[in-house]
């Protein structure tokens, strides 16, 4: 909860030096890597994290907040390229500490990662209906 609230305070002051101080230079984004979650965490018991730190997150609404959800390892590397040269926002990078197949190489990831969500046909039924559709950028 000191968390929660650490970061709910940042965003209360980085909203008002982008909405209400335009001659503020802009600053890097804060980075929060979530790597306990709910569905995985069977290597250590309980985990130091807090897995549901997404949540009040999620609640949050506004221009300054992004909650990235990365499909394979390729996805990763761009979401975190992405937070990373950002600015002025509150990123959400939520994975876990397992191995993963690589479903996408460098170059799909990216472009995957840059539309937010895209339907990947081949992960769907035999009928060829009902695609997933992955999330990676929720704001």
């Not at 965003?11 to 101080?21: D, G, H, N, P, Y």
């Not at 479903?103 to 990216?110: F, N, P, T, V």
Request: proline residues 6%.
């Amino acid at each position: 909860m000191i968390v929660d609230s650490m970061v709910t305070q940042h965003a209360k002051w980085l909203k008002t030096c982008v909405t209400e101080l335009p001659w503020r230079k802009p600053i890097p984004s804060l980075n929060y890597l979530l790597t306990s979650t709910c569905r995985r965490n069977d290597h250590n018991g309980f985990s130091p994290q807090r897995p549901g730190f997404i949540d009040p997150l999620l609640t949050k609404q506004g221009s300054i907040f992004a909650h990235l959800l990365a499909a394979d390892p390729n996805c990763l590397l761009s979401v975190a390229d992405h937070c990373l040269r950002g600015r002025n926002y509150i990123n959400l990078i939520v994975i876990d500490k397992q191995l993963h197949p690589v479903w996408l190489d460098i170059d799909a990831a990216r472009h995957h990662c840059s539309l937010g969500a895209t339907n990947w046909q081949w992960a769907g039924s035999e009928n060829g209906r009902g695609g997933v559709v992955l999330s990676q950028v929720l704001s």
